[in-house]
């Protein structure tokens, strides 16, 4: 039996006493965000962070080896027109701004690779935590597109150099310490064992803070973002505008082929 990719996954949701709330995602496709995916996750997080009792909440995928891989291929190749394009796309604009507005402090867990739109997920988030496996790459220049669309999380976490550098060299990956060292990270860890530990710990010190203060201080934190709400639709834009083009076709058939 096959699995359809673009309906596979899912997004599950626990609280517990203290008020932590854990957000995990799935896809059986190294953690790739298919539409329907990246609409649930938004809306999950924006409805959690509104809940009173949530007090921090813990940004997660399933699995070992991959944070996320970021689009889904299939449902790219399925892209006929620029309105699809940009409806796709704007998912990964959706989650993040989701992320953005949260009241609440979102902890990242990054637990393996993060690729394309799993560093702008990785970005968002407002404290985050990697095992030394968390190596990153923003690949989407090697499939004819680029990373319009997480860009300006990435650009905001890491600064604008090393942004050009990862969305440039679009082939390589780098490590996780690269990522540490520009602030992408705030920890490593060498086991998903002690990256747990550490993040259950930082989590459980922030539920016992004031919960108003915590909301003002991410609010100052994402000051001068407010123009996102557009901005990354823009953005969207363009990216929905060359995943139609032959050349981009051609590098996501190949690249698939691989």
């Known amino acids: 039996m096959t699995t359809n990719t673009l309906t596979a996954g899912k997004v599950e949701t626990t609280t517990d006493d203290l008020g932590i709330a854990t957000i995990s995602f799935f896809h059986p496709a190294h953690n790739s965000l298919p539409s329907s995916l990246l609409t649930e996750l938004a809306s999950t997080i924006s409805t959690v962070g509104q809940q009173a009792e949530t007090k921090v909440i813990i940004l997660?995928?399933?699995?070992?080896?991959?944070?996320?891989?970021?689009?889904?291929?299939d449902e790219l190749m399925a892209i006929q027109d620029e309105a699809q394009g940009l409806a796709f796309f704007s998912g990964f604009a959706q989650v993040i701004n989701a992320c953005r507005t949260c009241h609440k402090v979102i902890i990242g867990r990054v637990q393996g690779k993060a690729i394309g739109g799993g560093v702008g997920v990785a970005a968002a988030t407002d404290y985050c935590f990697a095992t030394t496996q968390a190596a990153v790459k923003l690949s989407?220049?090697?499939?004819g597109i680029g990373p319009f669309v997480v860009g300006p999380a990435v650009e905001r976490k890491i600064g604008s150099a090393a942004y050009a550098q990862l969305a440039l060299d679009a082939a390589e990956f780098r490590p996780a310490t690269w990522a540490k060292e520009r602030g992408l990270y705030a920890e490593l860890f060498d086991t998903a064992a002690e990256l747990d530990a550490a993040v259950q710990a930082f989590a459980e010190k922030?539920?016992?803070?004031?919960?108003?203060?915590?909301?003002?201080?991410?609010?100052?934190?994402?000051?001068?973002?407010?123009?996102?709400?557009t901005l990354l639709v823009e953005?969207?834009?363009?990216s929905g505008r060359l995943v139609l083009s032959e050349f981009t076709r051609q590098a996501i058939q190949a690249f698939k082929s691989k």
């Open 60 to 73: 997660r995928s399933e699995g070992e080896r991959t944070f996320c891989a970021g689009a889904s291929f």
């Open 140 to 143: 989407e220049l090697v499939v």
């Open 206 to 229: 922030l539920a016992r803070y004031n919960p108003e203060a915590l909301t003002a201080l991410k609010q100052v934190f994402w000051e001068g973002t407010a123009h996102w709400d």
């Open 235 to 238: 953005r969207a834009g363009i």
